[in-house]
């Protein structure tokens, strides 16, 4: 089945069902590309390797060193690597990182871009890029960034080991409920939001109990779009303040921490916005939407605490002050202290008030 959703004054061309991968080659030519570039992470080599394989001489490479919070040190590699064979296309295989390198190489190139996904992080369906220099991780929004062929393979994200399906689902989950809040969100993303969110209450849990249950895994990547697609259109706050702050300074893993730091985001924020956040409250059984999504992420088996990520409890003063350096809209008002309490519970895995 295929859906549509609008790039600037084009449109995406986004395809759900299994085995979708196979087609490849149609879809480099539908684009109307004779040499396609596959990107990968090195972990995933085998998978764009076989991707090359289906293209056959419509492939001219294979660039496999897509890395987390792409450094533009490898997309500038990769960019030349693009160069010197050609490449009129490229084909990203993968999650969040590979999306992100192919996104970096469109935005410098303006080729087009095919996303296979193997995660729910949904970068394929937003226009935002997070690139890393000197350390420091920057964001951009840019229609250009945006792929012109999303394929949905249920059978490729089956793959993805449980304790990483959890996780990668949460941080799905945290772009929904933060676009609950958003002050432009419209009844469309709203809509969208709420989608994504039963999507995984329903099919997480499935998935979990037999992760190659391709209609359940079908499920969770509808979820995934929806979620990462309401991520490109509303502006996100707190969740996402705290977790680009932790995750840039104290190195901890991406989707763990926002899976870990989501309850607790809500939470706080049902002080102000607990109508807002109502459609948590009612998809993931109250008592009320923080304490319902920590309930749900303890069913999952998900992370709970900060501090078995690495963060050492000294930190959280630093992480308390970075997070509330630069103000930001946010439903409940953002003071240092009260984020000093939040990150503190959330360190220790404690169960949020709300
Ligand atoms: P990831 O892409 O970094 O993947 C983590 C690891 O899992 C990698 O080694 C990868 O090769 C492997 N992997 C991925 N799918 C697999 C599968 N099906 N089976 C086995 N291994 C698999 O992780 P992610 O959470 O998808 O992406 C995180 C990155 O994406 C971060 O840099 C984040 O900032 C970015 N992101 C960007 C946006 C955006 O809109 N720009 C949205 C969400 C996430």
């Known amino acids: 089945m295929s ?45 764009a390797l076989e991707l090359a394989e289906k293209l056959g001489s419509a492939a001219v490479g294979v660039f496999c060193r897509a890395t987390m919070h792409t450094p533009v040190d490898v997309t500038e590699q990769a960019v030349a690597h693009t160069q010197e064979t050609g490449a009129d296309c490229l084909v990203s295989i993968g999650g969040g990182s590979t999306t992100g390198l192919g996104k970096a190489i469109a935005l410098r190139t303006g080729l087009p871009q095919i996303v296979i996904p193997t995660t729910y992080a949904g970068s ?32 490729l994200v089956s793959g993805l080991p449980v304790g990483m399906t959890v996780t990668s689902a949460l941080n799905a989950m945290a772009h929904a409920a933060e676009a609950l809040y958003a002050p432009d969100r419209t009844e469309a993303s709203d809509a969208l939001a709420i989608e994504g969110l039963r999507a995984f209450a329903d099919g997480l849990p499935q998935v979990i109990q037999s992760p190659g249950d391709i209609a359940a895994r079908e499920a969770t990547l509808r979820g995934a779009w929806a979620c ?9 706050a707190l969740h996402h ?27 706080y924020n049902a002080r102000a916005a607990a109508a ?28 709970l605490a900060l501090r078995d990520l690495g963060l050492r409890e000294a930190d959280l003063d630093r992480a308390a002050t970075l997070a509330t350096s630069r103000p930001y809209p946010n439903p409940q008002p953002v003071t240092r ?5 939040l990150l503190q519970a959330a360190w220790a895995g404690e169960t949020p008030a709300n």
């Open 337 to 341: 202290e009260d984020i000093r309490a």
């Open 228 to 236: 990462g697609t309401v991520l490109g259109q509303v502006g996100m």
């Open 124 to 155: 394929e369906a937003t226009p935002i890029l997070g690139q890393t220099e000197n350390g420091v991780k920057t964001t951009l929004t840019d229609a250009r960034v945006l792929p012109q062929v999303i394929l949905y393979d249920p059978e």
């Open 3 to 47: 859906g549509f959703l609008t790039k600037s004054d084009e449109t995406v061309r986004v395809r759900f069902g299994a085995g979708l991968r196979h087609s490849i080659a149609d879809e480099v030519a539908r684009l109307g590309a004779t040499h396609a570039l596959v990107l990968s992470t090195p972990q995933q080599s085998n998978s």
């Open 276 to 303: 807002a956040l109502k459609p948590v409250t009612d998809i993931f059984d109250g008592p009320g939407p923080g304490r319902a999504l920590h309930r749900f992420a303890q069913k999952v088996n998900a992370p």
């Open 241 to 267: 303040k705290l977790c680009h702050t932790l995750g840039g300074t104290f190195d901890l893993p991406h989707a763990d921490t926002h899976a870990i730091v989501l309850p607790h985001a809500v939470s």
